[in-house]
């Protein structure tokens, strides 16, 4: 069984930056691929990104690209997700997903952490 953690959320201005973190426990973390989504209040769940098991490729959504930097310390188990230049339609409860030896989708991944608020307030 895999265990994923996330931490770093909070409430911000716009304007700030967080740094999400996930840590992972349970099994080899070199064999998942690992990703980032978050939900909004009345929203459904929506891919934010996502990062190899190398930390070679990456992949964000149109939203966050040029804002958000996703990296992974597979010596620490851990992999983050940097936000820069927050706004309020930010705001949502993030979540961390792993997958092994596979991509990260959207509906198909084998672990989920219990997920961090973050809200940017305007």
């Known amino acids: 069984q895999v265990q994923l953690v996330e931490s770093g959320g909070g409430l911000v201005q716009a304007g700030a930056s967080l740094r999400l973190s996930c840590a992972v426990s349970?099994?080899?973390?070199?064999?998942?691929?690992m990703g980032w989504f978050r939900q909004a209040v009345g929203k459904e769940r929506e891919f934010v990104s996502a990062?190899?098991?190398?930390?070679?490729?990456?992949a964000y959504a149109d939203s966050v690209k040029g804002r958000f930097t996703i990296s992974r310390d597979n010596a620490k188990n851990t992999v983050y997700l940097q936000m820069n230049r927050l706004n309020p339609e930010d705001t949502a409860v993030y979540y961390c997903?792993?997958?092994?030896?596979?991509?990260?989708?959207?509906?198909?991944?084998?672990?989920w952490g219990q997920g961090t608020q973050v809200t940017i307030s305007s």
């Open positions: 990062i190899s098991w190398s930390g070679g490729r990456t």
């Open positions: 997903a792993a997958r092994f030896r596979m991509p990260i989708t959207t509906t198909k991944n084998d672990y």
């Open positions: 349970g099994r080899t973390f070199t064999d998942y691929t």
